[in-house]
């Protein structure tokens, strides 16, 4: 779904390298995770994939399409979520999926049958028609999922899926991933913490320092950590997390694979 070769991103007249040569392969059905350290340019590469950065060097393909040659036909196929998301807080949560469906060309019938799927299943459904100015950090994040979910992307990109979520939300984001990977869509998050890497992702590519250290399964990963005289320890930061996010992580490892039929 994504094959990226030679993907370079520089910045400045001192051509400061965020992102230096990478290679990045990543298949349909696959949940595949980008883990590093923050600054690591975890968050440029995804935003080249996604259409919003153009690469100083390299290319890229999403779904066989040349993001430099057909980069709208590209971004049809692609959901994209930030790790700091902006909403039109003046909307209301209904308002704000017409203007996505908008955006994507959709039919106005099937925004109106997507929204009637997407709200209630986000928890949303009581708040449809209320300002997004109103809604609590939670609900947002949630509105933005419904909005990135809205086309039926083949390709859903999200940067850091778990920050600020409590223990319910992460246990229904997990679940949209693994739903989407059944169907056959690919789902690429970033994340700093080795945790949630390991409670959701097929596959992990460690990035540090704009270049790709190594990737394949998690269990490949620590196996090498194990006997590599800590070897990772380099290329990913081990971070204390809060309670909170130590709740979170304990319902990601909870949480197994198979038998949840969400609509996404």
């Known amino acids: 779904m994504i094959h990226a070769e030679g993907l370079t991103k520089t910045y400045g007249r001192g051509g400061m390298r965020a992102v230096d040569n990478i290679d990045l ?38 779904g066989g ?10 971004k049809k196929l692609i959901g994209y979520i930030p790790d700091r998301p902006y909403l039109y807080e003046r909307l209301t949560g209904d308002e704000f999926l ?24 986000f928890g ?12 609590s950090h939670g609900m947002k994040q949630r509105l933005t999922f419904a909005s990135a979910l809205l086309h039926h992307p083949e390709l859903l990109i999200v940067d850091e899926p778990m920050v600020g979520l409590d223990p319910e ?21 970033s994340t700093h913490t080795l945790e949630v890497a390991e409670a959701i992702c097929d596959r992990v590519a460690i990035i540090q320092k704009g270049t790709i250290a190594t990737q394949g399964t998690v269990d490949e990963l620590k196996q090498l950590h194990t006997e590599g005289g800590g070897k990772l320890e380099d290329v990913f930061l081990h971070l204390v997390g809060s309670p909170d996010e130590a709740a979170v992580i304990q319902v990601l490892r909870e949480e197994t694979r198979g038998g949840h039929h969400e609509p996404t």
């Open 65 to 74: 399409i040349d993001t430099a040659e057909d980069p709208v036909g590209a």
């Open 98 to 121: 017409d203007f996505v469906g908008g955006i994507y060309s959709m039919d106005e019938s099937l925004v109106s049958t997507r929204k009637d799927e997407l709200m209630p299943f």
């Open 169 to 189: 939300g992460a246990r229904l984001i997990k679940r949209v991933f693994q739903q989407l990977a059944r169907e056959g869509r690919t789902v690429f998050l």
């Open 124 to 135: 949303l459904g009581h708040c449809r028609t209320e300002l997004i100015e109103s809604y």
């Open 25 to 62: 392969h990543v298949e349909r059905g696959e949940i595949f995770g980008f883990l590093g350290p923050n600054g690591a340019g975890k968050t440029t590469t995804m935003k080249m994939v996604a259409g919003l950065l153009k690469p100083s060097e390299g290319r890229i393909l999403v």
